[in-house]
Nanobody, 122 residues
Framework: VQLQASGGGLVQAGGSLRLSCAAS????????MAWFRRAPGKERRFVAG???????TYDADSVKGRFTISRDNANTVYLQMNNLEPEDTAVYYC?????????????????WGQGTLVTVSS
């Protein structure tokens, strides 16, 4: 399975972007999916995840209330990002979980996308 992330770009603070992640073939509908991000000089960290049933979880400290994760089928996951801040600047990665519920740890994922760059200017 290959994951293709898209939708990144340059946006001013307060703006919005919608990231998409499409799998090359049907992933297991029983797998969770998630978005991670790696900010400049920092480690990659969990942003948001969605279970196969549609239950969602977020990194509350940084994105809750501004970001929304969704999926429309077993192949595609989205991340709607509103009210973006310069601190959201990062490469965003999508991933398919090993289990039905997304993990906050990178070790809980089977497949990774190549990343899409989001740059938020102040």
């Amino acid at each position: 399975v290959q994951l293709q992330a898209s939708g990144g770009g340059l946006v001013q603070a307060g703006g919005s972007l919608r990231l998409s992640c499409a799998a090359s073939k049907r992933t297991s509908s029983n797998n969770g999916m998630a978005w991670f991000r790696r900010a400049p000089g920092k480690e990659r960290r969990f942003v948001a995840g969605i279970s196969w049933k549609g239950d969602v979880t977020y990194d509350a400290d940084s994105v809750k209330g501004r970001f929304t994760i969704s999926r429309d089928n077993a192949n595609t996951v989205y991340l709607q990002m509103n009210n973006l801040e310069p601190e959201d600047t990062a490469v965003y990665y999508c991933a398919v979980a090993l289990r039905s519920v997304p993990s906050r740890s990178e070790s809980g994922y089977r497949y990774w996308g190549q990343g899409t760059l989001v740059t938020v200017s102040s």
